[in-house]
Structures are given as C-alpha cells and as structure tokens.
C-alpha cells in the first residue's frame, strides 16, 4: 500500500521559485502603491508613518521625527509645506468621524507646532535683496481657537525673506493699534470659521480708515475657500492659501507705487 503524503505532493523546485516571484511582485507592488505622491503632493508612506508618530507615540520627541521622516528624502520645505499641514488636516477628519476624540486631536496638533518649530529652524532666508525685506503680520482673529495653519503661513513666509509676526486671539483695537505702530507691509488674516468673518471685516474697515498707506490684506485658512464673495465681503485685497501669492502681489503693488 502507498503511504499518503501527510504534507501533500511534493512541489516543484520551479513551482516554488514561481510561488516566491509571485509574493515579491505583490509586495513590491504594494509598497509602490504607498510611495504613490497623492493630490496634495504627499507620499502616502511618509504621510502614513507621520500621522502614527503624532497620534500613537508615546514619548514624542519632534527632533527624533524629524530625523526620521528625513529618512523618507524629505527636505524642510516639504515638510511645513505639505505634510505638516496634510497631517493636521487628517487629525480634524479623524475627530469628525469620531475616530480620535478632541484631546487627543489637541495633542496631535501641539506635537505638529513642535515639529514645525524644529523644521523651521533649519530653514535658510531668501534674502535676494536685502534692501526691501518685507515686514508681515499674520494674525488668527478673536474667538478663532487655531493656530497651526498661522504658524505654517509664518514659517513660509520667513523662508521668502519676510520678517514676520504673529498676533493670535488679540482684540479688534489691538489688532489695529498694532498695525497702526508696526506698519507692517502685508497682513494676513487666518479664518477657520464663518463667525470670524465679520470680525474680519471689521478689522480690515478700520485698518483701511487709519492707515496710510494701508498694507496689503490677505486672507486664508480653513474657510476661505468655501464662501463665494469672501473677498468682496470682507475687504481684503486678496484670498489665497499660499504665502508666494501674497509675498508676489505686495511686491508689484509696491514697485507700481514707487519708492515710499
């Protein structure tokens, strides 16, 4: 009588060789599916391994992430330009759907401030000419309770040469007092919210009757692509997320009016 094989037949030298190309192509497929860069210019790896890091870990430590998502040939830029604020993004999609509670999205959020505050330093000026540096202002209106997207705009902002600061929660009298004293080529406002507008438009009338001449007025943030007539019903001078729009537009507009 034959003995059955209890492991079954015997395979193939040549099956098995097949077996293992099969496996290696689909892995190789599947972590070139991850390094796929999505529509906001992120690898889904480096995203993925960011997200973990600011919500899983428990001793973060924003040096030790920064190293580590170097690692991925990432440079500072990309960072505070791309995955820093698609990361932040994500935490808020996570707290919509219930899956991170709002705790745990506030502390994403501060490890995010640290780790921008450690790519930052890093960042070397565009000081192309030296003899006109632009002066901004980025300020988060009262009762608007973020402040990473500011930081971030701040941070790009300081790349292009600009010298830059930040006012976050401050009154509407104070805002303008402080435009008043600093002059400040360009202001920046950041809205999450449709409540801040009309601060907002407050804010930007008063600057308009006081100053002379009046900075440039910008506005972003979470809310600023989602209102039709955000520019006309508030004032500024333009709507944009990017900080290169703003730098480029207080530029021509101080070239057209000459030397001041």
Request: aromatic share 6%.
């Amino acid at each position: 009588m034959t003995q059955d094989d209890p492991f079954g037949p015997t395979r193939h030298p040549i099956g098995r060789a097949c077996d293992q190309a099969a496996f290696a192509s689909e892995v190789i497929s599947i972590l070139n599916d991850r390094q796929v860069v999505g529509a906001s210019g992120a690898r889904q790896v480096a995203l993925d391994y960011l997200v973990r890091a600011v919500i899983k870990r428990v001793d973060f430590d924003a040096r030790l992430v920064l190293d580590e998502m170097r690692a991925y040939r990432l440079t500072n830029d990309a960072l505070i330009d791309i995955y820093i604020p698609r990361t932040a993004e994500h935490l808020g999609e996570l707290w919509m759907t219930s899956d991170l509670d709002f705790a745990a999205v506030t502390i994403g959020a501060l490890r995010l401030q640290a780790l921008l505050g450690e790519a930052a330093q890093s960042l070397s000026r565009n000081h192309a000419d030296m003899t006109n540096v632009l002066n901004a202002l980025v300020i988060v209106p009262e009762s608007e309770q973020h402040f990473l997207g500011a930081s971030v705009v701040a941070a790009q902002l300081r790349r292009l040469g600009c010298d830059v600061s930040v006012s976050i929660n401050e009154s509407q009298q104070q805002v303008v007092d402080r435009v008043g004293y600093d002059r400040p080529d360009m202001v920046l406002f950041s809205c999450a919210r449709a409540v801040g507008l009309e601060t907002i438009r407050g804010t930007v009338k008063k600057i308009r009757h006081n100053g002379d001449p009046t900075p440039v007025l910008a506005l972003g943030g979470a809310f600023s692509g989602f209102t039709d007539g955000i520019k006309k019903q508030t004032g500024v001078d333009l709507v944009t997320n990017t900080a290169k729009d703003v730098v480029g537009f207080t530029t021509k507009r101080q070239k057209a009016l000459g030397p001041r």
